[in-house]
């Protein structure tokens, strides 16, 4: 099946400690994101990753690193910069790259929720 | 930058009853709006989208209508179930790879 996981669903943190979250998706989507979600808001956008090796801040990338050395990967980690880490993380995948021009469709992993303790 | 916001934060509509959600964007480079579907505990879902191009999209139930002038753009559920309850978002967009800019979503109730 194609698709986008993320793993763990659950992560629980203590506070100071840096963690990384896992996102893999077998659609050969040029494009991922990472966004944050908090209770009754919607989607924040953290980073995004048009293309292997190049990635780009979001509007909340404080606290935050990214990094995309293969194109079907997208690991957020979440440092101790981080304020306020609590929140449901989603990941998602586009085919479009840079230079593409129709394809905008944005499709998301389940989500991780992550809680410090 | 790109400006959304969706009305109304809280829906709730009778079985079978219509039910819609409007969104307002203020860039006027955008041209890619989809609509998502958010269960509980679980990532969204796109349901239904609409290029700039398009004036009104139908897929069964669901609509998406569009006024490029007025910036702003619909969501139209008819006959509603209660699986239609949920949290709906709407975007925005250009180009492709590009950054999407999500209202702050919409959660509807459908009452047996």
């Known amino acids: 099946d194609g698709g986008i996981t993320q793993s763990p669903k659950y992560l629980f943190r203590k506070e100071g400690q840096n963690v990384t979250l896992s996102c893999e998706q077998n659609l050969n989507h040029d494009a991922m994101y990472w966004y944050r979600q908090d209770p009754g808001q919607g989607l924040r956008l953290i980073y995004y990753?048009?293309?292997?090796?190049?990635?780009q801040k979001g509007d909340i990338a404080e606290g935050y690193s990214v990094s995309r050395e293969k194109k079907e990967s997208f690991p957020l980690t979440v440092t101790s910069a981080q304020k306020n880490p609590t929140a449901f993380y989603l990941c998602?995948?586009?085919?479009?790259?840079?230079?593409?021009?129709?394809?905008?469709?944005?499709?998301f992993g389940p989500g991780t929720r992550l809680t410090v303790l | 930058g790109e400006n959304v916001e969706q009305h109304p934060s809280t829906l709730s509509v009778q079985e079978g009853d219509s039910a819609v959600i409007k969104c307002t964007y203020s860039d006027s480079a955008s041209n890619y709006f989809p609509w998502y579907k958010q269960e509980l505990g679980k990532g969204p879902q796109l349901i239904i989208d609409?290029?700039?191009n398009v004036g009104e999209k139908k897929d069964q139930r669901i609509a998406v209508t569009l006024n490029k002038t007025a910036k702003h753009f619909s969501l139209h559920i008819t006959e509603t179930q209660p699986e239609d309850s949920a949290v709906y978002f709407c975007?925005?967009?250009w180009g492709t790879g590009n950054q999407f800019y999500f209202g702050t979503g919409t959660s509807l109730t459908v009452i047996p």
């Open positions: 990753s048009q293309i292997v090796n190049d990635f």
């Open positions: 975007a925005a967009s």
């Open positions: 609409i290029r700039s």
């Open positions: 998602a995948s586009s085919r479009g790259g840079p230079a593409a021009f129709s394809y905008n469709e944005q499709f």
